[in-house]
T-cell receptor, first 113, second 113 residues
Framework: EAQVTQNPRYLITVTGKKLTVTCSQNMNHEYMSWYRQDPGLGLRQIYY???????DKGDVPEGYKVSRKEKRNFPLILESPSPNQTSLYFC????????????FGPGTRLTVL | KQEVTQIPAALSVPEGENLVLNCSFTDSAIYNLQWFRQDPGKGLTSLLLIQSSQREQTSGRLNASLDKSSGRSTLYIAASQPGDSATYLCAAPATGGSYIPTFGRGTSLIVHP
């Protein structure tokens, strides 16, 4: 089954404790991205990647890092999480160009205390 | 910078009604216009994608139109059902530079029996 998977689905952590949210797709998509969704602010893109070893900032990249060492994986790293990073995070992928349909993962609900 | 607005923010209708959800965007130079459905606590599911050169797309009871000149897209849902209850979001990525899709904040739809 074609899908985008994220882990963990739920995470409660404390300020400053480094964490990684994994994202994997099995559709051989070139384009992958991370979003956060907050009430009243909607979905905002954090980082995106056009292909392996090619990443770029989205609208709200501060406090986040990403890497794209393999085509299928695009982990999101929070080196020193803060409470304002409490949010619902989504990973998405599409075949390759900006004109392709985006497929979303199920989401990761992160709480930073 | 692209801004996307969705009206209405919330809608509650009886089963069987035909519905119109609106999406407007400020920058008409877009790659495409994509409509998504989001169920509570879950990821986004793509419903329809209209390329910038197209005027409309249809899938079952759903029909989406695109008028770039006026910066508007409309999602029409025919014969609504309780299973259509969800939040509907549109995304309109502008072509200027990076592919950073801008999402509207969504229309929350409740269809009651």
């Amino acid at each position: 089954e074609a899908q985008v998977t994220q882990n963990p689905r739920y995470l409660i952590t404390v300020t400053g404790k480094k964490l990684t949210v994994t994202c994997s797709q099995n559709m051989n998509h070139e384009y992958m991205s991370w979003y956060r969704q907050d009430p009243g602010l909607g979905l905002r893109q954090i980082y995106y990647s056009m292909n392996v070893e090619v990443t770029d900032k989205g609208d709200v990249p501060e406090g986040y890092k990403v890497s794209r060492k393999e085509k299928r994986n695009f982990p999101l790293i929070l080196e020193s999480p803060s409470p304002n990073q409490t949010s619902l995070y989504f990973c998405a992928s599409s075949l390759g160009t900006p004109t392709d349909t985006q497929y979303f993962g199920p989401g990761t609900r992160l709480t930073v205390l | 910078k692209q801004e996307v607005t969705q009206i209405p923010a919330a809608l509650s209708v009886p089963e069987g009604e035909n519905l119109v959800l609106n999406c407007s965007f400020t920058d008409s130079a877009i790659y495409n216009l994509q409509w998504f459905r989001q169920d509570p606590g879950k990821g986004l599911t793509s419903l329809l994608l209209i390329q910038s050169s197209q005027r409309e797309q249809t899938s079952g009871r759903l029909n989406a139109s695109l008028d770039k000149s006026s910066g508007r897209s409309t999602l029409y849902i025919a014969a609504s059902q309780p299973g259509d209850s969800a939040t509907y979001l549109c995304a309109a990525p502008a072509t200027g530079g990076s592919y950073i899709p801008t999402f509207g904040r969504g229309t929350s739809l409740i269809v009651h029996p």
